[in-house]
C-alpha cells in the first residue's frame, strides 16, 4: 500500500457525500489508499471536482442537490452507468482523471455519450475510502440484509420502452392509488442508477416502504451479474415485507433490450415471482411494438400507460392495435383502478401469457 | 389531499369528523358506553341527507351491540351526487379517506367494517362494497331505489358492461372486486308497504323496470335472489337473505321504530331479535 499523502478524515468531513452512499457510516472512513486499479463498483471514492461538465450539481444524502464547484471533494461510488440520454460509462477508475456519471453518485469511466449533452464532468481521484482495519469501503457492506427464506410479497413491475417513458410517474401513482385503497405499499426501484429523483418521488406519495438497488449495496445494476440483481431484487422485497407491506410496486429501469432487463424478463424465477406488470411507452407504435416483444418473452401486460397515456388519440390506436387497455396517472392513481391491478398481483404467477 | 382534518366533540361518545379529500366529508360517531365487543358500523344516509335521523336511531344500537357507528353525511353543497359513483362524483373515495383516518385515530381497529346504507345510501352501501369488497364485512342494504346488477351484459351503472358512453373502467373494476363482494353476509331490508310504483323518488326507466321491476319492494326481492344465485355459482354460502319489515313504508324511523331495522342491521348475526 502506498504512503498516505494527507490526513484524510478532514477531507472526509469536509466532503460531499452523495446520495448513492446515504448507508455508508461515515465514521468506518478513516484511510485512503491510491490502488484505483483494483477499484471494484461499490467502492467509495474521494475526489476533487476538476472541470464542470455535463453534471453541474451532486445530490446529497440529505435529499437536495448541491451546486458543484471546482475544487470542491465529493465521495462517490465507483460504478458502471447506462443511460442513452446521458452516457455509456464502466466501473473503472483512472488515476489521472475520471468521469461523474450520474448526479447521485457514481463516478467510473465514460465510453459512450450522447451527443446532445456535454462531457462528464471530471473528477481527480484522491483515494479509495478505506475502513480502519484497512478493507474498502464499499456500499455492499452497507447494504439492507439478504433475504434468508424466498419472499411471497405480491409484487407489480413497471417496465418501459426507454428512459422517459413515463415509467417512476407510473410506478408512484400505483403506489399512490394502493395506498389510497388502505394498502400498506412498498415503492421499489430494482434496477438502474442510484439518484434521489425517483426514491423522493416514490416517497412523496405517502407509501409504507421505498427502497433501490443502492439500499441493497449496489450504485447501479448495469453490468452486474443477473444472479446479484436477482438477490438486490429479493433483497428489497424480503426487507419490504419485514416492514409490513401489503404489496410492492417495482420499476425496472430502461427499455426492454437493455441488457440487465432483457436478462430479468428472461429470468424463469422473475417470470413466476411477479405478479402483475405494466408498460409505459410513448406512443402507440412504441406501444404495438414494447407488447409484440413481451408477448414474445412470454408475457402480457395487464395495462399501457406513460407518455402515451396524455394523448386520447395515441391511446385509442394503442389499444385497437394491442388489445391492451391504457391507463392515465389519474386512473393508476385511482384506488379502485390500483386494487384491480392489485387483486391479480394476490394471485401467485397470474402473469403468463396465455 | 386529505390531510385537513379537524375533530369537534358535540356530546359525550359522540364526535363529528371531517375529512376533506375531493369534498367535505363529516360524519358522527356513536361510542358504546362499555367497552367495544364488536367492528364498527358504518351507516349511510339516503337522499333525505339526514344523518342526523340515523345517529338518533343508532346510537342505542351501539351500547347494545357493543360497536362504535359511524354516520357519514354527505351535504349537498359538496355532494349533489353521492349514490352513484362516476367519475365526477367519488363518494368512495371520500368514504375510504374518512375510514383511512379513522385508522389513524383507532377508531377502526379491524381490517374491515359493517356497512348499512338506507335507501340511496343503500345505493352507495353496495356500489361502494363492489368496487372496495376488502373494507366491508357484512353488508346491510335498506331499501335501495335500484341496483348495480353483477351483470355484464347491461351497462353500468345497470350492470357491470360498458357504460352507453363505452367506458367500461367501472364494470371492470366492480367484475374484478366481484368474487369478494359475494363472500360475505349480504342483507336487505324493504318495507312491506314500499311498493308504490309512482313514488317521485324512484327512479323509473324501461330498462331498469324490465330488469329490476316497478317498486323497491319488487327490486330488493330481485336482487336477493340474483346476488344468492350467484353466490351458488360462485361456490360461497348462499348468506344474501331479504328481510321485508312489515307494515312499513319508505321511511327510516318507520322501518326503524316499527320493523327493527336499526337493530337487525347493527346487532351481529348472534345477538339478532330474530
Not at chain 1, 426507454?162 to 389510497?180: D, I, V
Not at chain 1, 388502505?182 to 434496477?191: H, I, R, S
Not at chain 2, 355484464?152 to 358512453?165: C, E, K
Request: hydrophobic share 40%.
Amino acid at each position: 500500500m502506498k504512503a498516505i499523502m494527507h490526513p484524510p478524515v478532514d477531507m472526509f468531513k469536509t466532503a460531499k457525500w452523495a446520495f448513492s452512499t446515504r448507508r455508508v457510516n461515515r465514521m468506518d472512513a478513516v484511510r485512503m489508499n491510491d490502488q484505483f486499479e483494483n477499484a471494484q463498483a461499490g467502492d467509495l471514492i474521494l475526489g476533487r471536482v476538476s472541470e464542470i461538465g455535463q453534471h453541474r450539481n451532486i445530490q446529497l444524502t440529505s435529499g437536495r442537490r448541491s451546486l458543484l464547484y471546482p475544487g470542491d471533494l465529493v465521495v462517490l461510488a465507483c460504478g458502471a452507468r447506462y443511460a442513452p440520454d446521458q452516457f455509456e460509462g464502466v466501473a473503472k477508475i483512472n488515476p489521472a482523471g475520471a468521469d461523474m456519471l450520474a448526479g447521485g453518485g457514481c463516478i467510473g469511466e465514460m465510453r459512450l455519450r450522447n451527443e446532445r449533452i456535454r462531457p462528464a464532468t471530471k473528477i481527480l481521484p484522491l483515494g479509495r475510502i478505506m475502513a480502519k482495519d484497512g478493507t474498502p469501503l464499499n456500499l455492499e457492506r452497507y447494504a439492507l440484509p439478504k433475504a434468508r427464506i424466498p419472499t411471497a410479497l405480491p409484487v407489480i413491475v413497471v417496465f418501459g420502452t426507454a428512459m422517459n417513458s413515463g415509467k417512476t410517474l407510473a410506478t408512484a401513482r400505483l403506489a399512490y392509488g394502493m395506498r389510497r385503497a388502505g394498502l400498506k405499499v412498498a415503492a421499489l426501484k430494482g434496477t438502474g442508477t442510484g439518484a434521489f429523483g425517483d426514491y423522493n418521488e416514490y416517497a412523496d406519495t405517502g407509501v409504507h416502504y421505498v427502497a433501490d438497488f443502492t439500499d441493497a449495496g449496489m450504485v447501479t445494476t448495469y453490468q452486474e451479474p443477473l444472479d446479484r440483481i436477482k438477490t438486490g431484487v429479493e433483497t428489497l422485497l424480503s426487507s419490504a415485507e419485514r416492514a409490513g407491506c401489503d404489496i410492492a410496486v417495482m420499476e425496472i429501469a430502461d427499455g426492454l433490450y437493455q441488457r440487465e432487463t432483457a436478462e430479468l424478463l428472461n429470468d424463469t424465477w422473475f417470470r413466476t415471482r411477479i405478479g402483475g406488470l405494466v408498460f409505459a411507452c410513448g406512443d402507440a407504435v412504441a406501444a404495438s411494438g414494447g407488447v409484440t416483444e413481451l408477448k414474445r418473452l412470454g408475457y402480457r401486460p395487464d395495462v399501457l400507460t406513460g407518455i402515451l397515456s396524455c394523448s386520447p388519440m395515441a391511446a385509442a390506436e394503442a389499444r385497437a392495435a394491442t388489445g391492451v387497455r391504457v391507463v392515465n396517472k389519474s386512473d393508476l392513481a385511482d384506488p379502485s383502478e390500483a386494487m384491480m391491478l392489485a387483486r391479480k398481483a394476490f394471485v401467485p404467477c397470474a402473469l403468463a401469457a396465455e | 389531499m386529505f390531510n385537513s382534518v379537524s375533530l369537534n366533540t358535540c356530546a359525550v361518545g359522540t364526535k363529528v369528523v371531517s375529512v376533506e379529500q375531493d369534498q367535505k366529508l363529516t360524519a358522527t360517531l356513536l361510542y358504546p358506553s362499555g367497552p367495544v365487543r364488536n367492528r364498527p358500523l358504518v351507516a349511510l344516509h339516503g337522499i333525505s341527507r339526514d344523518a342526523r335521523a340515523l345517529a338518533d336511531h343508532f346510537a342505542p344500537e351501539a351500547d347494545a351491540a357493543g360497536r362504535v357507528i359511524i354516520v357519514p353525511r354527505f351535504a349537498r353543497k359538496h355532494w349533489p351526487v353521492f349514490q352513484r359513483i362516476t367519475h365526477r362524483h367519488r363518494p368512495d373515495r371520500a368514504l375510504l379517506a374518512l375510514v383511512a383516518d379513522l385508522r389513524l385515530r383507532n377508531v377502526i381497529t379491524s381490517e374491515a367494517f359493517d356497512l348499512f346504507g338506507f335507501s340511496g345510501g343503500a345505493q352507495l352501501a353496495h356500489r361502494f362494497a363492489m368496487l372496495h369488497p376488502e373494507h366491508v364485512a357484512d353488508l346491510h342494504l335498506g331499501a335501495a331505489g335500484w341496483y348495480t346488477l353483477p351483470d355484464a351484459s347491461m351497462p353500468y351503472p345497470m350492470g357491470l358492461g360498458p357504460s352507453t358512453r363505452g367506458d367500461d373502467r367501472w364494470g371492470r373494476r366492480m367484475a374484478s372486486g366481484l368474487a369478494a363482494y359475494l363472500d360475505r353476509r349480504i342483507v336487505l331490508y324493504v318495507g312491506g308497504l314500499d311498493d308504490d310504483p309512482n313514488d317521485p323518488a324512484l327512479r323509473r326507466k324501461p330498462e331498469l323496470d324490465m330488469a329490476q321491476g316497478t317498486t323497491r319492494l319488487v327490486r330488493a326481492r330481485r336482487y336477493a335472489e340474483a346476488i344468492r344465485d350467484l353466490q351458488l355459482k360462485n361456490g360461497v354460502p348462499a348468506t344474501c337473505a331479504l328481510h321485508e319489515l312489515p307494515g312499513c313504508s319508505h321511511d327510516f324511523a318507520d322501518c326503524a321504530e316499527n320493523g327493527g331495522l336499526t337493530a337487525f342491521a347493527a346487532r351481529p348475526a348472534a345477538e339478532k331479535l330474530n
